[in-house]
């Protein structure tokens, strides 16, 4: 697949672009989008007219507000979303263009998910995952001395890591390009913060409540890591 002219790439069916049908579920969305812009990126030999026909498909049917939105249109409605979302896309890259910060935007991200993201993914994991093992393991018996000292040795060593994170997220300014990626990071940061405190509260008092909220938070935290990780790979690929 690749286009040649702006009028083509305005006249084409986002569905068909993503060569998909439209009763593809989100999920085959993505996969198609992701495997096209991989195929046809101008670093694999691909050119940028096709690149930008699927960036304005993907806009289209991406979210899945706005693919409902697209498949309530009637005709002539249709052709001027398309031609709408082709136009932003060029937009877009021209503005890039014009300005000569194309190449080092993508350095900067490339730079910023390298040295700031994929560590503080590291550190989240290695406070989330254990979690569930600690807490069984506290559950034969947590009135247990010699349990509930390992249970609070894993919340102070959780603890030490999300300091970690917390100067890592600080070392780097997010790049414009993954602003709200990196707000993302952070609520999942603060999500996690805020699940070790209640924890922490439970190991004080035996009190449940606290206990669940904490394992509550950090189901919803393991979620929502699980998204920036799906996020991540887009942002490396467009």
Known sequence: MSFNSAEHESSLDPYAVLQVASTASQDELKAAYRRLVKQHHPDAGGDEETILALNAAWEQLGDPQSRRAFDRLSGSAREEARARGARNARA?????????????????????????????????????????????????????????????????????????????????????????????????????????AELERYTMGYVDNYLHDGREMLREARQRRKRLQDERRRLEIV
């Open 92 to 196: 877009s890259r021209a503005a890039r263009r014009a300005s000569g910060q194309g190449a080092s935007a993508d350095q900067e991200l490339a730079t910023w998910l390298q040295k700031v993201y994929v560590p503080i993914d590291r550190l989240l994991g290695q406070v989330i995952n254990p979690f569930a093992g600690e807490l069984r393991a506290l559950s034969a018996d947590p009135y247990d001395d010699a349990l509930m000292e390992a249970f609070c040795s894993y919340l102070e060593q959780s603890r030490n890591r999300l300091d970690k994170v917390k100067t890592l997220f600080q070392s780097l300014p997010t790049p414009p390009s993954a602003k709200g990626f990196g707000l993302s990071v952070y609520h999942c940061l603060s999500q996690v913060e805020d699940a070790i």
